[in-house]
């Protein structure tokens, strides 16, 4: 399988930007989907932004589009999703997964292997 790792989560001002980073060890990257999810206390998982299986189409919730952006850097098996305009509801904690298969990508039963998280906290 693959090993994932997040980064570059911490606390910001409402309107303020991160990039989050997630770095891929193991199997080749290409054999991978990948895709962002994000958690707040007390509910559900939610889907955040993913790369379609071939890597030409990319999915946002609509909740971030226009604001969100998922990009990768192949030669680093990194994939980065780029906040800008951060709101105090998206204050989570955020996670990345892969997936092989070819589910929606939409949903986190969809993958097989997730990172850690790293924590997002935006204030007012």
């Known amino acids: 399988q693959v090993q994932l790792v997040e980064s570059g989560g911490g606390l910001v001002q409402a309107g303020g930007s991160l990039r989050l980073s997630c770095a891929a060890s193991g199997r080749s990257f290409s054999y991978y989907a990948m895709g962002w999810f994000r958690q707040a206390p007390g509910k559900e998982r939610e889907f955040v932004a993913a790369?379609?299986?071939?890597?030409?189409?990319?999915y946002y919730a609509d909740s971030v589009k226009g604001r969100f952006t998922i990009s990768r850097d192949n030669t680093k098996n990194t994939v980065y999703l780029q906040m800008n305009i951060l709101k105090p509801e998206d204050t989570a904690v955020y996670y990345c997964?892969?997936?092989?298969?070819?589910?929606?990508?939409?949903?986190?039963?969809?993958?097989?292997?997730w990172g850690q998280g790293t924590q997002v906290t935006v204030s007012s």
């Open positions: 790369f379609s299986r071939t890597y030409d189409t990319t």
């Open positions: 997964a892969a997936r092989t298969g070819y589910g929606s990508g939409l949903r986190p039963a969809d993958y097989s292997s």
